[in-house]
C-alpha cells in the first residue's frame, strides 16, 4: 500500500502504516494471549490485512461522487466484520484439491 514513493510525504507516509501495522499488530497479540481469537496467522499479517481493507475502503469512499459518511462507515465496518469472522469455510474446503478439481467439477452437468 504505497500512494507515495519518494519526498517528505512519502516517508511520513510509510511511517504512519508502520506506526498503525503495529499497533494493530499488537492488539491482535493481546487477543491471542487472551484466546479471544484461534487464528494461526502472524499477527504483523493480520494487521495487514485490516489495515489494507481500511485503506482500501478510504480510497473508495473518497473516490465517490459524493462521499456519505454513514454509509462509507457502515460499509468499512462490513468490510472488517468481514475480515473478522471470516467466510466460514467448510472442512473439505479446506482440503488440499488435487490440480484441476475445480476445472473437472465445472464441467459436470
Known sequence: MTLYLKGRQAEQFQAS???ITGHLASFV????????LGTREDPQIVAQALLSTFAAEIRRWIAADDPDLKHGLARLRRMLSLQVTGLAPRTSALKKQPAGALEKRKKKP
Open 29 to 36: 497479540t493481546q487477543a491471542l494471549t487472551a484466546r479471544r
Open 17 to 19: 502504516c508502520g506506526r
